[in-house]
């Protein structure tokens, strides 16, 4: 039976996302989502797991790779190198091994008449690294896409440790569903405090969740101050460098906002500054204004807003 999809947001503990999909939230793996991915969002999500082999070494990250060609391309040759060191036997004694690297053979003629056949992959030779270097992808016919999964651990040991990823009937491309930890992306909701997972848009308590990702940091931030100050209703946010909350008022009344005589602490506002600033991004005054952010004359800044937040229950 095919449950129905909706829209939803996951990420991967702390090292990937969040990024926006469509998932069956009743469809798990030990609890964990199977989310399903736009091409942009395979894009994104393939530089992330890229940068994460860099950074942190490509036996232990799982890579994605997005190859574009055209339907009436020649084929192909796509070398994916890694920088762990290959363990095979032709290699000179007094020389490195070479890096690791899979080999993408892509017969774009074939993938667009859906052969099941039109990707070969294989562990990269020299031959391969040449064809790479001479085949470059041509044509002008329409946009073809191959997605590839690469598990280095056990690229040498297994040949099905590297496979393409095909786009279901929607498009959609299921990258580490029933394999990775996908959680949904959680938002707080100021009023009670309690926390649903994305898809979810209503709370328990009445209140529907911002539209934009903006206005959801806005709601976090207000649960983070509701913790120590749960009668605040708003604040106001400087932009003039880093986003930094500058006063919140309950009510009319503004709060104090001293560390020793103050609801507040430092590390308490510092987390709400964060939350912000890692929603603002590139954000336009468009932005600011679909998040509900109104801005503020103010003789010392062009850049003060005004944030509203729903009143914490206090019982």
Same mark, same amino acid.
């Given at each position: 039976?095919?449950?129905?999809? *909706?829209?939803?947001?996951?990420?991967?503990?702390?090292?990937?996302?969040?990024?926006?999909?469509?998932?069956?939230?009743?469809?798990?793996?030990?609890?964990?989502?199977?989310?399903?991915?736009?091409?942009?969002?395979?894009?994104?999500?393939?530089?992330?797991?890229?940068?994460?082999?860099?950074?942190?070494? !490509?036996?232990? %990250?799982?890579?994605?790779?997005? *190859?574009?060609?055209?339907?009436?391309?020649?084929?192909?040759?796509?070398?994916?190198?890694?920088?762990?060191?290959?363990?095979?036997?032709d290699e000179d004694d007094d020389q490195d091994p070479?890096?690791?690297?899979?080999? *993408?053979?892509?017969?774009?003629?074939?993938?667009?008449? +859906?052969?099941?056949?039109?990707?070969?992959?294989?562990?990269?030779?020299?031959?391969?690294?040449?064809?790479?270097?001479?085949?470059?992808?041509?044509?002008?016919?329409?946009?073809?896409?191959?997605?590839?999964?690469?598990?280095?651990?056990?690229?040498?040991?297994?040949?099905?440790?590297?496979?393409?990823?095909?786009?279901?009937?929607? +498009? &959609? !491309?299921?990258?580490?569903?029933?394999?990775?930890?996908?959680?949904?992306?959680?938002?707080?909701?100021?009023?009670?405090?309690? !926390?649903?997972?994305?898809?979810?848009?209503?709370?328990?308590? +009445?209140?529907?969740?911002? #539209?934009?990702?903006?206005?959801?940091?806005?709601?976090?931030?207000?649960? %983070?101050?509701?913790?120590?100050?749960?009668?605040?209703?708003?604040?106001? %946010?400087? &932009?003039?460098?880093?986003?930094?909350?500058?006063?919140?008022?309950?009510?009319?009344?503004? &709060?104090?906002?001293?560390?020793?005589? +103050?609801?507040?602490?430092?590390?308490? &506002?510092?987390?709400?500054?964060?939350v912000l600033r890692r929603a603002l991004g590139n954000?336009?005054? #468009?932005?600011?204004?679909?998040?509900?952010?109104?801005?503020?004359?103010?003789?010392?800044?062009?850049?003060?807003?005004?944030?509203?937040?729903?009143a914490a229950r206090t019982n």
């Amino acid at each position: 039976m095919r449950h129905e999809m *909706i829209a939803s947001r996951v990420h991967l503990d702390e090292f990937l996302g969040p990024f926006e999909c469509q998932l069956d939230p009743r469809n798990r793996w030990n609890g964990w989502m199977s989310p399903y991915f736009t091409l942009d969002a395979a894009h994104e999500l393939s530089a992330q797991t890229i940068r994460m082999a860099e950074e942190d070494g !490509y036996d232990c %990250v799982d890579t994605i790779h997005v *190859i574009d060609g055209r339907a009436d391309s020649r084929d192909t040759v796509h070398i994916i190198q890694s920088d762990v060191k290959r363990s095979t036997d032709d290699e000179d004694d007094d020389q490195d091994p070479e890096p690791l690297a899979i080999a *993408i053979r892509i017969n774009w003629r074939d993938l667009d008449k +859906g052969a099941e056949q039109a990707t070969a992959i294989a562990v990269a030779t020299r031959a391969a690294r040449k064809a790479a270097r001479r085949r470059k992808p041509n044509g002008k016919g329409e946009t073809r896409t191959v997605v590839v999964h690469v598990r280095w651990q056990w690229v040498e040991e297994n040949h099905t440790a590297t496979n393409v990823i095909e786009p279901n009937r929607d +498009g &959609l !491309y299921g990258i580490g569903g029933w394999e990775w930890t996908w959680s949904s992306e959680v938002w707080w909701c100021p009023r009670c405090g309690s !926390y649903e997972e994305w898809h979810d848009t209503e709370c328990a308590c +009445g209140l529907t969740r911002p #539209a934009t990702l903006l206005g959801v940091a806005t709601w976090t931030a207000a649960c %983070v101050l509701h913790d120590r100050a749960p009668e605040a209703t708003s604040a106001l %946010v400087d &932009l003039t460098d880093l986003a930094r909350i500058c006063a919140v008022y309950a009510g009319d009344t503004e &709060l104090d906002m001293a560390d020793d005589t +103050g609801p507040f602490d430092t590390e308490t &506002l510092g987390k709400a500054d964060e939350v912000l600033r890692r929603a603002l991004g590139n954000a336009t005054p #468009a932005d600011l204004t679909a998040a509900g952010w109104e801005h503020v004359p103010d003789p010392q800044s062009d850049r003060l807003y005004r944030i509203t937040f729903p009143a914490a229950r206090t019982n």
